[in-house]
Structures are given as structure tokens and as C-alpha cells.
């Protein structure tokens, strides 16, 4: 219902005042719940007044309960007079009068403030003198609300003052959201001025105790952003539902529903703003060991998703009833929360000055940043109050609150939404302008796939410059993504300036922006130029995108001559070698100065580079490994998989690549391995030995992974596709483009079956030879 700016927004007020009355609505009823908890006892104690063995006196009882029946009838009769009105609600529904008639009756508060005093006293006397009232006033439960944590009678007597406060300010928005226009207008506002006067009458008396629902003057209670994260507690992931609010962080989990309720919510805890930071308050303080999930387990993930999402289409196709959908789909929605739960392992740690930490697990820096700046900004204008009820008032208008109503996942978005794009995307980060002073910048781009963002580029370094010029290239492989997310950051290499945030050094966001990658748009095949405005910088970028169908072509090429799309018998004969040249020269230059590089094979290099040594190699260059020495390491990495991938036909070959895709789906490990090593030792001798050769840098890659972060499955998930993909003929992949989502699930299953081939050999041990014409070839390796 948002509306332009300039519109009236006249829709969106009626709307919001529905909003505020299903909280109104929501409050009332906890406050009802209160009352009746408070009533509960005071029948069995009247009865037991006028026994030999009172509990209290009837004078006691009558200065405790002192008006509450009272106040629970005129609540019960304006609960049940709202609610009726709110469920069959039209934006000229009237309720003015509902609220005027509680105003005319906000005497008996008064009757109650006079006595509040008293009553709390006598309680409390009550409480030491008598072992069995105190019993009874400890024990109160909130009986309506069954969840509810146990209410004593303290508390809920120490509530109802407070509510008068939050009635006032609740009403004050309804006013707010009211168009003058509205019948209600004239009533609600002869309302809100006799509670107003009411409450200025016992400000004076209650104020030390009342803690004002109100942050500031004038300002109320709004929620800023909210959004699911996962939580580490005691070492175990949670999903949480978070809240910013204009003065406190709340973290709260969804119950369980249970019959036909609706969703409630549950506060785990919450951190004044006035109290939040996000420095360690105890240097000592250990950061949490992040248990991370093997990547073999995120990826047999994913593969269960894409394979509930090709058996729900083909539930669509058949048209079977829905039943066998909505298990589909119930089984999907576990999946990916799952996925969504065990994915992030960025941590992003909140501390409450008054003591407790609380760590969260987010999978993209722009999104903690974002947390980070929201809460900073907020920080400066607030000031802070908060009673027991009024969080619980709080945690249950969460549900009426939220923005954020699924967990960010596939299953959530409706047919006909966007299922994202997949393919390639190729950017150029061109360069950057509105720095204030001179300092070393780099950028990384993040994107969207499986529902959460991911980093996947990042540029080099540009030193001492207020206007870096990155003129870089990459190729960003999508899998269902709608957004491209890029950060600027500034290089700390002064340890001493470090800002020691979650306890780990980090250098400095500098602004963050994002598009979205428009389908339409992306579909012309050509650059389109693009400027991101974030804070000040504007970084200059250009995309270009490439769907699947057309990225995936492996192009023989016209030239026999070079080596790129050069089938590699041709290349090795005429070398005279065991293996490429290309292949030697690249592994060797990784090995000299590439296996520390953070996420080397996995970080795209600049296109422009890959391009300037795909051209060198091709000609038979010289200069090659001097043009080398002086690039950049992913620029190598990136030729190295280019070599790969433009093969006319795959390592793995196009007649042996069906028998491994079946042979990794078997179950029983000696059969697999019998048939896994007959098809690798059947492969052509230059296939076999390049594929060795490439093997064991591999694992040595591996071997620095504390460093590098590549793992053998990151290094399969990008290889695997590169040495296993058919040529374009032997393709599996459907080639019609009307059912693009079909394609995008059979294809990923096909990917990930790629990878899983290639992590099989990079697990093994050793590789052992049955006969001896390939013992010598094996052991000829060294090229």
C-alpha cells in the first residue's frame, strides 16, 4: 500500500490505523490477562476471610485488590466491543466511541493510583507475615496466556499503573493515522484530551515507577528493521527472529504453533540501544569457536533442494492433486531452513555493557554492516525505559510488526515471482570518486543464491588515492540471483588503527550499494553502464550477463594452431609433452607465490588479464612467463580454468562422462571405487596425466587451507564442471528455454554430480595403477 510521495497518503494512514489497532487490540488482551490472574485468587481468599482460618483479612484484601474487578470489567467490555469491529474491518469502520467511553471511565484509575501505594505495601507485608499468601502471590500464572513465564502478583499489580501510559501513547497513534475526514477524528481527540489531562493529574504520584512506554518526547516506540539470523548458543546454531526498535535489539524465536493459533513470539533477550556496543567489554572475553558445517554437507543440501524443486514441477506438469505438493514443498521449506541455519559463518557480536555477549552467524558483510550503521545511527537519539509487561506488550505485537515474514527462501516466492537469474555475469568495476582523503581501496561483490548473499570477486588494492581507477573484470556465476551487492572498503595496514570490532581486526567499509539484476534488462547480451551512489562514492560499473544455455558452449576453435579450444592430444603431440604448456607453466606460477592467496580458483581475476594470456599462450608468447611474474595470481588461476572450460571436449570426455555420473551415484563404496578407477584409468594417456598432474597441485592447494580457505570441496565445486561439462551436443540440459526453471534444477543437479566426481578423486589416498603400460605413465609425471 505504499504510495509515491506527493500522492496523499491517505490508503496508507487507514491502513496503518488497523495496524494499530490489532496492537492495541493485542495489548489489551495481555492486560486483560493480567487482571484475571489477579482475580483468580481473590475469590478462594474472600471465601476463606469468613473462616476460622483466614489467609488475609477482609480488610486486606480489600486494600490489595482495591478496584481491580472494576478495571477488568471496563477493559472486558472494550475488548469485546474492539474486536468484533477490527475483524470486520473497512477503512470507515468507527471505534472513536469505543475509546471515548473508556476515557469517561479513567476515574477508577484514579480511585486505584490513590491506593496504589497502600496496596503494594500491604501486599508485601502480606507476603513476609504469611508463608501461604506469599506462596500464592509467587505462583500467579497468567491464565490465558498458557505460555506466558510465571506472573507474580507483584508484577502484575506493578503493570497496571504503567498501562494507563501505554494506553495513552497507543491511542495517540491511532489519532495520528486518523484522516480529519473520519468520523472517528472529533471522538478520538475528546478522548485523547481527558487522558491526557488524567495522566498529567498522576504523572506527578507514579512517575518514579511509571517507565515510559515513550523513547523521547514526543517519539514512540517504532520498529526499525527486522530479520531472521542465526544465533550461537553454547555452539549450536538457532534461528532467531531479530527486532530494532527505536531504543532496544530484541531477539525473539517463534514458538511452535500449536493448533490453529497464530504465530506468537518469544523474547530470548533484548539490549537497550543506551547499552549496546559492539566492542568486547572483557578483552579476555573469548570470541566462540564458529562450528562449521563441511561444505560436502551444504552441497548434499542444496543437491536435496534442487531435487524436491524438479519433483515439484513435475507435479505441476502432471497436475497431481495438491496433497503430494504440500508435502513437496513442507519437505522443501525444511531443507532450505536448514540450509539457511548451517550456511552463514561471518560473525557478527553484540554486547550488552551491563555484561552478556550474544553472537550471530551472518553469511555477508553487507548486511552486518548494515545492522551495525542502523544501530549506530539510532544510538545517537535515543533514550531508554523499559518494564517487565511493557516487553511483553512488545514481544507479542512483534507478529503484527514484522516486515519480514518468511525465512529468505526459494520456497517462499510465488510462481510467477522472478526465480533469479542463472548463468554468468561479467562486471567491470571501473572506478570510483567522492573519497575525502587519500587511502588504499578495494572493493568485493556479493550476490544472492539459495536465498542468502554471498561474497564472489573482490579488486586488487589501490594505494593512496582519493580516486581509484580498478578498470577489473569479473565472472560472477549466478544460481537464481535477483541482486548484485558491491562494498568499498578502505585497506587497514596500520595495525594500530584497527578498530577491534567482533574481536577481529577489519578494515573499514567505506559505502556500500547494490542493484537489482533486472531479467528484462540483462537480457540484450551487451555491457550496460551503471553507476552506484553510496554515502558520497559513486563507483562506476558496468554488467553484462549471459544465460546458461549460451555460457555453457564449449567453442572448438578455428585455428589449430593455438591451444585454447584445441583438443589437448593436438597440443601435447605437438609440444612434444605430457602435458600443456599452459597447464605447467600456470601450476607453477601458483605454486611459487598463489597457494597463501585467499580464495584462490574461487576469486575471479581481471578478464582483461586472462584475456592478454589466453592471446600469449595462444601465439606461442616468450614473454608469457614474464607477463606472469608481474600479474596477478587469480589472473592466472582464472586462465588456468579458462584452458579447462574452452576444451572443444572435457577432460573427462564426452563418451566416458555419462559412466561417471552413474558411477558416483552408486551406493556401495567398493563398487564405486573399482568403477571410478577403471573409467579414470580408461581416459585417453594425455586426459589421465593432465588430470593427475592437476590432481596433486589440487591437494597441495588443500593442504593450505587454514590460509587459502579453499577445501577440497571448494576446489571440486570449481573445477568440477570445468573438467567433467559435455560438450554442447552431449548435453543433457534441455534445450528449451520456455521452462527456465526446470533447467535451472536438472542442470544444478547435473553441476553438482560434476563436483562430486571430481571431490571423489581428490579424497582418495592414492591412485592405484592395475597394469603396467599405466604405471609408466603414472610415474612418468614428472613433465
Known amino acids: 500500500f505504499m504510495k509515491r510521495s506527493g500522492e ?120 513476609q507475615a504469611n508463608a501461604q499468601f506469599a506462596e500464592i502471590s509467587e505462583n500467579l500464572k497468567a491464565r490465558s496466556t498458557k505460555e506466558s513465564k510465571d506472573q507474580t502478583m507483584k508484577n502484575s499489580l506493578e503493570m497496571l499503573p504503567v498501562t494507563v501510559v501505554c494506553l495513552c501513547s497507543c491511542w495517540q497513534d491511532l489519532l495520528k493515522h486518523t484522516p480529519v475526514s473520519h468520523p472517528d477524528h472529533p471522538l478520538l481527540q475528546d478522548a485523547l484530551r481527558i487522558s491526557q489531562n488524567f495522566l498529567s493529574s498522576i504523572n506527578e504520584e507514579i512517575t518514579p515507577r ?21 544465533e550461537l548458543v553454547e555452539g549450536a546454531r538457532k534461528l532467531r527472529h531479530v527486532f530494532l526498535f527505536t531504543d532496544l535489539f530484541l531477539c525473539a524465536k517463534l514458538k511452535k504453533q500449536i493448533g490453529g493459533k497464530s504465530q506468537q513470539y518469544d523474547c530470548k533477550w533484548y539490549i537497550p540501544l543506551t547499552d549496546l556496543s559492539f566492542q568486547m567489554v572483557d578483552e579476555s ?111 507479542n505485537s512483534c507478529v503484527k510488526l514484522q516486515t519480514v515474514h518468511n525465512i529468505p527462501l526459494t520456497i517462499n516466492k510465488e510462481d510467477d515471482e522472478s526465480p533469479g537469474l542463472y548463468g554468468f555475469l561479467n562486471v567491470i568495476v571501473h572506478s570510483a570518486t567522492g573519497f575525502k582523503q ?14 542468502y548473499f554471498v ?13 581509484p581507477n580498478w578498470n577489473e573484470e569479473f565472472e560472477i556465476e549466478l544460481e537464481g540471483s535477483q541482486t548484485l551487492r558491491i562494498l568499498c572498503y578502505e585497506k587497514c595496514y596500520n595495525k594500530t588503527k584497527l578498530t577491534k570490532e567482533d574481536g577481529e581486526s577489519t578494515d573499514r567499509i567505506m559505502g556500500k550499494g547494490q542493484i537489482q539484476l533486472d531479467p528484462q534488462a540483462l537480457q540484450d547480451k551487451d555491457w550496460q553502464r551503471t553507476v552506484i551512489s553510496m554515502n558520497g562514492v559513486e563507483v562506476k560499473l558496468s554488467v553484462k550477463f549471459t544465460s546458461r544455455e549460451f555460457s555453457l558452449k564449449r567453442m572448438p576453435s578455428r585455428k589449430q594452431t593455438g591451444v585454447f ?64 611474474s608481474e600479474m596477478d595470481v587469480n589472473a592466472i588461476a582464472g586462465t588456468l580454468k579458462l584452458y579447462f572450460r574452452e576444451l572443444p571436449e572435457p577432460l573427462f570426455t564426452d563418451e566416458l562422462y555419462p559412466n561417471f555420473a552413474e558411477g558416483i551415484a552408486l551406493s556401495d563404496p567398493v563398487a564405486k571405487e573399482s568403477c571410478m578407477l577403471n573409467l579414470l584409468l580408461s581416459l585417453p594417456e594425455p586426459n589421465l596425466v593432465t588430470f593427475l598432474f592437476l590432481l596433486d597441485h589440487l591437494k597441495r592447494v588443500a593442504e593450505r587451507e587454514s590460509v587459502n580457505k579453499m577445501s577440497l570441496h571448494n ?69
Open 8 to 127: 496523499p497518503d491517505l490508503e496508507k494512514g487507514l491502513e496503518m490505523r488497523k495496524w494499530v489497532l490489532s496492537g492495541i487490540l493485542a495489548s489489551e488482551e495481555t492486560y486483560l490477562s493480567h487482571l484475571e490472574a489477579l482475580l483468580l485468587p481473590m475469590k478462594p481468599l474472600k471465601a476463606a476471610a469468613t473462616t476460622s482460618q483466614p489467609v488475609l483479612t477482609s480488610q486486606q484484601i480489600e486494600t490489595i485488590f482495591f478496584k481491580v474487578p472494576e478495571l477488568y470489567e471496563i477493559h472486558k467490555e472494550f475488548y469485546d466491543g474492539l474486536l468484533p469491529r477490527v475483524q470486520q474491518w473497512s477503512h470507515q469502520q468507527r471505534v472513536g466511541d469505543l475509546f471515548q467511553k473508556l476515557a469517561s471511565q479513567l476515574g477508577v484509575y484514579r480511585a486505584f493510583v490513590d491506593n496504589y501505594e497502600v496496596a503494594m505495601e500491604t501486599a508485601e507485608k502480606c507476603c
Open 455 to 467: 561474497n564472489k570477486a573482490k579488486t586488487r588494492v589501490y594505494r593512496d588515492t582519493t580516486e
Open 565 to 628: 579450444g584445441v583438443k589437448i592430444a593436438i597440443v601435447t603431440k605437438r609440444e612434444r609433452s605430457k602435458v600443456p604448456y599452459i597447464v605447467r607453466q600456470c601450476v607453477e606460477e601458483i605454486e611459487r607465490r598463489g597457494m597463501e592467496e585467499v580464495g584462490i580458483y574461487r576469486v575471479s581475476g581481471v578478464a582483461t588479464d586472462i584475456q592478454a594470456l589466453k592471446a600469449a599462450f595462444d601465439v606461442n608468447n616468450k614473454d608469457v612467463s614474464v607477463m606472469m
Open 285 to 395: 572475553e573469548a570470541v566462540p569457536n564458529i562450528p562449521l558445517v563441511p561444505d560436502e554437507e551444504l552441497d548434499a543440501m542444496k543437491i536435496k533442494i534442487s531435487q524436491i524443486k524438479n519433483d515439484i514441477q513435475r507435479e505441476k506438469r502432471a497436475n497431481k492433486g495438491s496433497k503430494v505438493i504440500e508435502r513437496l514443498k513442507k519437505k522443501l521449506s525444511e531443507q532450505e531452513s536448514l540450509l539457511l541455519l548451517m550456511s552463514p559463518n561471518m560473525a557478527f557480536r553484540v554486547h550488552n555493557r551491563n555484561g552478556k555477549s550474544y553472537t550471530f552467524l551472518i553469511s555477508s558483510d553487507y548486511e552486518r554492516a548494515e545492522w551495525r550503521e542502523n544501530i549506530r545511527e539510532q544510538q545517537k537519539k535515543c533514550d531508554f525505559s523499559l518494564t517487565s509487561v511493557e516487553l511483553q506488550m512488545l514481544t
Open 438 to 451: 587519500s587511502s588504499n581501496l578495494y572493493c568485493t561483490l556479493e550476490v544472492d543464491s539459495f536465498g
Open 210 to 230: 511509571r517507565q515510559s512506554m515513550t523513547v523521547k518526547k514526543g517519539e514512540h516506540r517504532q520498529l526499525l528493521k527486522d530479520s531472521f539470523m542465526v
Open 715 to 783: 576446489l571440486a565445486t570449481v573445477f568440477g564442471p570445468t573438467l567433467l561439462r559435455p560438450s554442447e551436443k552431449d548435453s543433457k540440459i534441455p534445450a528449451n528455454p520456455t521452462r527456465p526453471i526446470t533447467m535451472t534444477d536438472s542442470w544444478s543437479l547435473e553441476v553438482m554430480s560434476q563436483v562430486q566426481v571430481l571431490l571423489y578423486f581428490l579424497q582418495l589416498e592414492t591412485i592405484p595403477t592395475p597394469d603396467s603400460k599405466r604405471q609408466s605413465i603414472l610415474f612418468s609425471t614428472e613433465v
